[in-house]
Structures are given as structure tokens and as C-alpha cells.
């Protein structure tokens, strides 16, 4: 298994990019209270440095959560320690029994799986389906097409008080593929250190997700926020109900 958000990038995600999940977090709950899943079990799917799993377990829910990266599951075992964290790719997990099922931040897009495709993601959506307890929910969402202007490249900068990452982002429009290259460099001691990492993600549209969340077996609702916060441009966020 190659390694993605290696330790400098799951660093600097931890501590510079923290927004997605925190400002999710407080919808997220509401709709887990509205959908009447006050306690038990939430597994998180691509659950990062365990910023969202935090939250959970403030609210009292059991929380396991699943990422292909050991140094994000590293930081998300200190911050969130009564939670299960397990190095995994979420397409590959064996997801248990739970009332809930959350994935934020894009992350069923990600490409880093070889044979990630969308009967791929059909199998995980009835996976999920089948270990859901009835009147559970799934809670996630996409980035579709439309992430950049297809000829183009949009290069970004940002810097914290030890780190400085750039990215690069194209789209391929008619592979529905966008490219994120990212070059960090953190601070030890009097030097900067260097790493690089190639992301891949398949963009897909709302449309066709709703589709297969149907076929599944799924009542979905779409929303372009959670809560109060405002998804980025071109994003969607679902909630799929399994019906009691």
C-alpha cells in the first residue's frame, strides 16, 4: 500500500485545514439528533487526524474510524483515545453493525485505491445499507465536476507558523479525474523539509450518486451545507436514510 497524507502533510492537514470537519461537526449532530440517533455506534470513513470523532464523543456516540494514512490515525489515537481507529482503505473495511455512518471531506473521491471505481463504490454504498441498524443514516459528501476550469491549472499558498504547503490543481473533464499536487515544507529545527504528494480524486456528479443510494435501498436527501456551514463550490452532501 503506497502512503498518502504521509507525516508532514497529515501534520499540517491536522492543524491548518481543520475547518471542514469542525464547522461540519455541529450539523452533522443535529441531523444524527433529528434522525433520533442519540448514542451508539458512528463509523467514520476517511476520518482524518479524529477532528470529527472528537465531536462525537463529546456528544456521547462510540466512534470507529477507518483511514488509509498511519500518521493521521497516529495523531486521531492521541486526540481521541476511548474511540477505535483502525489504518485501513475505507473501500476495503469491514464496516460493523452501527446507527450511523459518516464521511467528510470528499473523501469517498479519492483515488487511492487502484481499482477504485464506481461498482466499487456501489459495493461500499450496500455494505453500508447492510450494516446500518434500521432508521440509521449515512452522512457524507462529493465533489463533482467542476472543481477547476478544464486548461486550466489554480495554484495556491498557504503558510503556518512552522509550514508552508502549495498546491496545483487541474481537471480532466472528460475522465471526470481532478489532480491535486501538493508540496509541503515544515520547520525542523533551523531547516525547512520537503515532501511531495500526487492525489487523485473522481469527481462525480449528485445526480448520479442519488441514483445508486436509491438503488441501494436508501431514501436520500442532497444539501449544500451542514448546518451553517457552507459547503466549498461544487460540492454536495448527502443524507441516506434506511428506512425502519
Not at 491536522?14 to 463509523?43: E, W
Not at 471531506?105 to 453500508?128: A, H, K, M, S, V
Amino acid at each position: 500500500m503506497k502512503e498518502w497524507y504521509k507525516e508532514d502533510l497529515a501534520y499540517i492537514h491536522d492543524v491548518g485545514h481543520s475547518d471542514y470537519a469542525l464547522k461540519s461537526a455541529p450539523g452533522i449532530l443535529k441531523i444524527l439528533a433529528q434522525n433520533n440517533i442519540r448514542d451508539g455506534l458512528v463509523v467514520d470513513l476517511g476520518c482524518g487526524s479524529g477532528l470529527s470523532a472528537l465531536e462525537l464523543t463529546k456528544a456521547h456516540y462510540q466512534v470507529f474510524g477507518v483511514d488509509i494514512s498511519e500518521s493521521l490515525i497516529s495523531i486521531a489515537r492521541n486526540r481521541v483515545p476511548s474511540a477505535e481507529f483502525r489504518v485501513e482503505s475505507l473501500f476495503k473495511v469491514d464496516i460493523p453493525s452501527c446507527n450511523a455512518v459518516i464521511s467528510v471531506g470528499e473523501c469517498l473521491n479519492y483515488l487511492f485505491d487502484d481499482d477504485n471505481n464506481y461498482q466499487i463504490l456501489t459495493q461500499l454504498l450496500e455494505r453500508i445499507y447492510n450494516a446500518l441498524a434500521p432508521g440509521g443514516v449515512f452522512v457524507f459528501d462529493i465533489a463533482e465536476p467542476g472543481q477547476v476550469i478544464e486548461g486550466n491549472r489554480v495554484k495556491s499558498f498557504t503558510e503556518g507558523k512552522d509550514w508552508i504547503v502549495l498546491v496545483e490543481k487541474e481537471e480532466d473533464q472528460e475522465k471526470l479525474v481532478l489532480s491535486r499536487r501538493i508540496v509541503t515544507l515544515r520547520r525542523v529545527g533551523e531547516y525547512y523539509r520537503r515532501d511531495d504528494e500526487l492525489h487523485y480524486l473522481g469527481l462525480y456528479k449528485a445526480a448520479d450518486i442519488t441514483e445508486k443510494l436509491s438503488q441501494v435501498g436508501f431514501t436520500v436527501e442532497s444539501m449544500e451545507s451542514y448546518g451553517d456551514y457552507k459547503l466549498p463550490q461544487a460540492h454536495v452532501a448527502f443524507v441516506a436514510h434506511k428506512s425502519m
